[in-house]
């Protein structure tokens, strides 16, 4: 059974900085594209990146461009999203799945707040 459980999450001011990680558990990590999602409050969940099996960037929302970066760890299992110049409108909750996501496979998220 596969978990994904993120974390990193917080309250940071317009211009700061966070790193989210995603903790996966069973065999599927390891070979899956990979993506982060966000879900703003009032809107539908939607991708911000994914990354290939072996590291590689697919895709990028344009809204993120030169800002987030997706990496992974396949020997620990884990995936990151460094977050830099962070602005309003990347307040959201962020989750990570398999891309194309899992239903069964959202986790909790974790919240990014970005505010004065």
């Known amino acids: 059974q596969v978990q994904l459980v993120e974390s990193g999450g917080g309250l940071v001011q317009p211009g700061g900085s966070l790193r989210l990680s995603c903790a996966a558990s069973g065999s599927i990590f390891r070979g899956s594209v990979m993506g982060w999602y966000r879900q703003a409050p009032g809107k539908e969940r939607s991708l911000v990146a994914t990354?290939?099996?072996?590291?590689?960037?697919?895709y990028l929302a344009d809204s993120v461009k030169g800002r987030f970066t997706i990496s992974r760890d396949n020997a620990n299992d884990m995936m990151y999203l460094q977050m830099n110049s962070l602005k309003p409108e990347d307040t959201a909750v962020y989750y990570c799945?398999?891309?194309?996501?899992?239903?069964?496979?959202w986790g909790q998220g974790t919240q990014v707040t970005v505010s004065e």
């Open positions: 990354i290939s099996s072996l590291g590689r960037t697919y």
């Open positions: 799945n398999l891309q194309p996501a899992i239903p069964t496979y």
